[in-house]
């Protein structure tokens, strides 16, 4: 049995350590110790997927306490996928955040904190262990929210802290109704004894209820997602990029394992009120998400509403409860995380060429920074569904599976939630590619420097030697450009491999849906 | 001369039954589909020089026809797209001969572009168009196939276009027919699909019955020239550059039989009637034309009659007979566009009555002229004798009188068709003397190749019955009753000549349907153009007013919802600003709590 499993956990943890232990000594340990953390998570995460494909699933004891009363971390197609992105989203934006900040060691072992809590997550078969996992991961991401210098970032994390909690503590205290009626809490273990103590039990169906409210409160489902859009939008760029590309997909995970892990689809049959109702709530949210974000003008904010219909669309395919929707609501998780870190780097560097981030301050930018702009234009048509991106294969299997198990409502959702992403991503793009730039934005620069905003997109990458000084040099960093060309890329290559990534999962859901 | 070719044939007699050649397979790459390769000769060739360009589109669908010749029945490649199993390739009785032969006119119809001085664009256009055709005839499922059609449609459309002038509107007519037509077989194919479940040809014996059949055998009706639906064939034709009518007079109409073969493998009596309908009606227009390659269109309307007639019929020989006959017009169609374009280009005119006499300025053209009209008149002796017999024996062992006789008839008029062309274009004395260019050797090489095989095949035809789907165990093409008929038809040929070559000469070129068609496709197009543009600016008028309201109220959402908040609150609203719509801390919890007792109640 290989340790890897457990060392993609245990490597952030000590080295979130070093930032605070050693910043003194010198101002950029923090950066090194996450660029070290985000390589070795990378190493690690790709031994265990190698172990994965080699032998399929496989379960590491902690501590030689053997299971069901010792700790058990299970690596599977699923969870080895989902590890591995959470080792390049943490590369990505630890390279993207070298220039843009924010420049303290704190942040990096608040980051790295983060990252050992969501690679816990994504590994864990243990439902307490899951909710030290999930509370680390919270716990970590309030302090990076406030890591934003303005006042709206304290009252946005406080927010947060309040909501968040709430959730995680019902999420608890679901954990405990199943332990008491059946006195474990190894997930494969639950499986086995839910049954025993009967699906229509008031304690297993409480519990149920009391876990699928708190996971949703964290993935951010509509009318639970008030905390999310505010904590997306005060906090730094590089912050927003991270946890709008992890850490609600941690909770949606999360969900996935519970809903066939723990209670398997035997429980839809006996109950099948139960998933009627997330269904139901999930395509509330899509709707509402996806109209809340055409209604935003602050891009971050729309982007932000964004994710509660995507996430709404996720959850809606697990809901749906055939092996094909819940492929697509897994591929629809992994290519919505790329996605939307790339679109959110995507508009912190660009907001910084347009000087701010309404959707009004984006005209013209496309000859100003032509090549950041081109891969926001294909991100953001991955995420409406364009094929061939990972967008399209995503909703393509969702909508699919809803036709399969007859529900017709998630499909025309889908379809809706489509135009209506095509409707607020359109106006950003029309703004950014057919609109002039607003004329004063120049006209308070010296006349000979119109020509000049051009060239800067291409022309700052190389000197290392001199700060940008003046304003008019406050162009996109090669990293920001690297960052989202490569999301850009990825989400393309990812949808054209996309039927490889079925294939990854299909064994993991063969053995829920057989 | 014709003791000779009695001779010939007699001693054929004894060896026709049963064919005695085998074809050689082996093993052939199968990674990608023969369609691509074709296709990617026609992305590269606008990059490359003219004589490099029109080698490899050489090199491409030659190849195509050795690969078919060689590929075993039952190879295929399967894959899945969006769900869907799809067969890009599946080499079977069927895709194989019309694989070879589509390679292989192909290669001749490439070379002969070449020395007609074709630009490498327009070259590129029909290989793009013969690629397509490829797919559709490699297809192995209905998705793939309707793919490829509409596919060949877009490139036929582009390569008449693209000779400009009087082409376009030609093109721009065929294009709706067309599109039309496609339109129809892809509902056909989705219907069929709803009630069987799959694309796959394996998975039904041809198109549903009913509705689905009808859609496509109308679809697929004007990609073959049904009569009423063949407007767009010598509306068409004639208008491109001389090597596209080659390129043109192969594809389109044969791919139509193919998939009416596909779509109706146990035949269906309609569409034989249709058929000899189709022989009948083309070759009476076809006498009265003076331009020579809307002859010459009118004569593809007649010859692929007899094949429609052929798969109508639906016996095993009857489908041999078709298939041999798509094979063998191929070949002498194709020659006949090829001797047609060397004389428009030599002698810059292209209506019979001002020609004459070219016998002598053009002598190898002439040869190549007469073996093609002697092989589509199906003299014995030459390839259109064997399979139009073929065919007419089917229609005979079926009992189907009608349609014999009526294609008897029309192989008369074949003959007087031809023996016209051959007289105005090559032996009549003509009132000056040509001083002409004389066709250029790749012309040769392209118009002998092609006239060898046609001779070649109609004395040992045992080479094509190889190759042939269906059953050509009764296909008896020398027997002493056929040569007769043959001989029968010829002599009735000439003499039906001297006696019409006089009113024929004073008759115009006939009011086809097109007269009634033409002038409503146009007004037609007119009216529906207006209707559309009205229609339009009415939508576009409450989309646009729709569009500024929804802009309005996106850009001040919070201005848009005080209005009727307020009146139905009763307040004056004053109070809704910016961010007031976000929900305080208060209200967040109190909505988790809200979700949580409703998830509970309805659980418990």
Redesign the interface.
């Known amino acids: 049995m290989t340790d890897a499993i457990a060392l993609l956990v245990v490597v952030p943890i000590v080295l979130a350590l070093a930032p605070i232990a050693f910043g003194r000594l010198w101002n950029r340990t923090g950066w090194l110790a996450a660029v070290v953390a985000a390589l070795a998570h990378l190493g690690l995460a790709l031994v265990v997927a190698s172990q994965v494909a080699a032998t399929g699933r496989f379960t590491y004891a902690v501590g030689d306490y053997a299971p069901p009363f010792g700790i058990e971390l299970v690596a599977d197609g699923v969870s080895a996928t989902l590890a591995l992105l959470v080792s390049v989203v943490t590369l990505a934006v630890v390279i993207y955040a070298r220039r843009a900040g924010p420049d303290s060691n704190g942040f990096y072992s608040g980051l790295l904190l983060l990252t050992a809590g969501i690679s816990g997550v994504f590994v864990t078969g243990d439902l307490f262990n899951l909710y030290v996992f999930i509370e680390i991961t919270g716990l970590a991401t309030y302090a990076l929210v406030a890591t934003g210098r303005s006042p709206d970032a304290a009252l946005s994390s406080?927010?947060y802290l309040?909501?968040g909690t709430?959730?995680a503590s019902?999420y608890l205290l679901g954990v405990g109704y199943l332990y008491i009626s059946t006195g474990t809490l190894n997930m494969a273990d639950l499986a086995a004894t839910i049954p025993e103590v009967g699906y229509d039990s008031?304690l297993v169906?409480?519990g149920?209820?009391?876990i699928?409210?708190g996971l949703?409160?964290k993935a951010a489902l509509f009318?639970?997602h008030?905390?999310q859009?505010?904590a997306y939008a005060d906090s730094p760029d590089s912050v927003t990029a991270y946890i709008s590309a992890l850490v609600s997909t941690a909770a949606a995970y999360a969900l996935f394992r519970i809903i066939y892990a723990v209670f398997t689809p035997a429980f839809d049959a006996a109950?099948p009120?139960?998933l009627d109702?997330l269904v139901i709530?999930a395509a509330v949210s899509v709707v509402v998400g996806s109209v809340l974000a055409?209604?935003q003008?602050d891009l971050k904010r729309m982007l932000a509403y964004s994710s509660v219909a995507q996430f709404g669309l996720i959850v809606a395919g697990f809901a749906v409860a055939n092996a094909t929707a819940v492929t697509g609501g897994l591929i629809h998780l992994v290519g919505h995380a790329i996605m939307k870190a790339g679109l959110f780097v995507g508009v912190g560097a660009l907001a910084g060429v347009a000087g701010g981030r309404t959707v009004d301050d984006f005209a013209g930018i496309a000859d100003r920074a032509p090549v950041t702009s081109a891969a926001f234009a294909v991100l953001a048509f991955a995420l409406v569904g364009v094929p061939p991106a990972v967008g399209f294969a995503g909703k393509?299997h969702i909508v699919?599976g809803a036709v399969e198990g007859g529900r017709w409502g998630v499909a025309v959702v889908a379809v809706v939630s489509t135009l209506l992403t095509l409707a607020y991503f359109a106006?950003v793009v029309e703004r950014m590619y057919f609109r002039e730039a607003p004329i004063d934005a120049s006209a308070d620069a010296d006349d000979s420097t119109v020509g000049d905003n051009g060239a800067t997109d291409g022309t700052l990458a190389s000197d290392g030697g001199s700060e940008p000084s003046s304003d008019d040099a406050a162009g996109i960093s090669t990293e920001a450009k690297v960052v989202v060309v490569v999301a850009a890329v990825g989400a393309v290559v990812l949808g054209l491999f996309a039927?490889d990534l079925v294939a990854v999962f299909e064994p993991v859901l063969e053995v829920y849906f057989e | 001369m014709s003791g000779a070719f009695s001779a010939a044939a007699a001693t054929a007699t004894i060896l026709a039954s049963e064919p005695s050649v085998s074809i050689p397979t082996a093993d052939v790459p199968t990674a990608i589909p023969p369609a691509f390769v074709v296709l990617a000769v026609a992305l590269v060739m606008p990059f490359l020089s003219r004589k490099l360009g029109h080698a490899l589109g050489v090199l491409a669908t030659g190849g195509v026809a050795v690969w078919s010749l060689l590929a075993p029945a039952g190879t295929y490649l399967s894959v899945?797209f969006?769900?869907f199993d799809a067969v890009l390739f599946n080499v079977d009785a069927f895709s194989k001969l019309m694989g070879v032969i589509f390679g292989f006119i192909g290669a001749a119809a490439v070379l002969y572009s070449y020395s007609s001085e074709a630009r490498n664009r327009q070259t590129a256009f029909a290989l793009g168009y013969v690629g397509t055709s490829i797919g559709t005839v490699f297809a192995g499922d209905w998705l793939t196939m309707v793919f490829f059609w509409e596919l060949m449609a877009v490139t036929s459309t582009l390569l008449v276009w693209d000779y400009g002038g009087e082409a376009v509107r030609a093109g721009f007519r065929y294009a709706i027919y067309h599109g039309l037509g496609g339109s129809l077989l892809m509902v056909a194919v989705v219907w069929h699909y709803a009630s069987v479940g799959s694309f796959l040809f394996s998975a039904s014996d041809g198109i549903v019955v009913g509705i689905p059949a009808a859609l496509a055998a109308v679809g697929i009706g004007v990609n073959v020239g049904f009569v009423g639906l063949h407007t767009w064939l010598p509306d068409t034709y004639p208008r491109p550059h001389v090597a596209a009518s080659v390129f043109l007079s192969v594809y389109t109409t044969k791919t139509g039989v193919y998939g009416l073969a596909r779509a109706f493998p146990d035949g269906n009596l309609a569409i034989a009637y249709m058929g000899a309908a189709m022989a009948l009606v083309g070759v009476c227009y076809a006498l009265l034309q003076d331009d020579m390659r809307r002859l010459l269109s009118y004569h593809i309307q007649s010859q692929v009659g007899y094949m429609v007639a052929g798969v109508g019929i639906g016996t095993a020989l009857a489908t041999a007979g078709a298939f041999a006959h798509v094979f063998n017009h191929i070949l002498y169609k194709a020659l006949l566009f090829m001797t047609a374009g060397v004389v428009i280009a030599r002698a810059g005119e292209q209506r019979l009555k001002y020609l004459g006499g070219l016998g002598r300025a053009l002598p190898v053209t002439a040869l190549a002229f007469t073996v093609a009209a002697l092989s589509i008149s199906g003299f014995p002796g030459f390839n259109g004798f064997v399979s139009k017999g073929m065919i007419t024996a089917a229609a005979h062992n079926e009992h189907l009188d009608g349609i014999f006789y009526i294609l008897l008839a029309a192989g008369v008029g074949t003959f007087m068709s031809f023996i016209k062309f051959g007289y105005y274009a090559f032996l009549k004395e003509s009132k000056g003397t040509w001083n002409l260019k004389r066709s250029v050797t790749g012309q040769r090489v392209a118009m002998l190749s092609v006239a060898s095989l046609c001779v070649a095949l109609g004395l040992y035809p045992d080479a094509l019955f190889a190759l042939l789907p269906g059953s050509t165990a009764d296909a008896h093409p020398f027997t002493l009753g056929h040569l007769g008929e043959g001989f029968v038809l010829a002599a009735l040929g000439v003499v039906g000549f001297a006696i019409l070559k006089k009113p024929l000469s004073k008759v115009g070129p006939g009011v086809d349907v097109d007269a009634v068609i033409e002038p409503a496709t146009f007004y037609g197009m007119r009216g529906l153009v207006r209707g559309v543009t009205g229609l339009f600016a009415v939508v576009d008028h409450i989309v646009v007013d729709l569009t500024t309201r929804s802009l309005r109220?996106?850009?001040d959402?919070y201005g848009a919802v005080r209005g009727p908040l307020g009146a139905l609150v009763g307040g004056d609203g004053e109070n809704l600003r910016d961010g007031s719509l976000?929900?305080s801390?208060a209200?967040?919890?109190l909505?988790?709590l809200v979700?949580?007792g409703a998830?509970?109640v309805?659980?418990?």
């Open positions: 406080l927010k309040l909501v709430i959730g019902l008031p169906l409480t149920f209820g009391l699928v409210v949703a409160v009318p639970l008030t905390w859009p505010d109950a009120f139960a109702a709530l055409v209604l003008s393509w699919l106006r039927t | 899945t969006l769900g109220a996106a850009a959402p976000r929900a801390i209200t967040s919890v909505l988790v979700v949580l998830t509970l309805g659980l418990l």
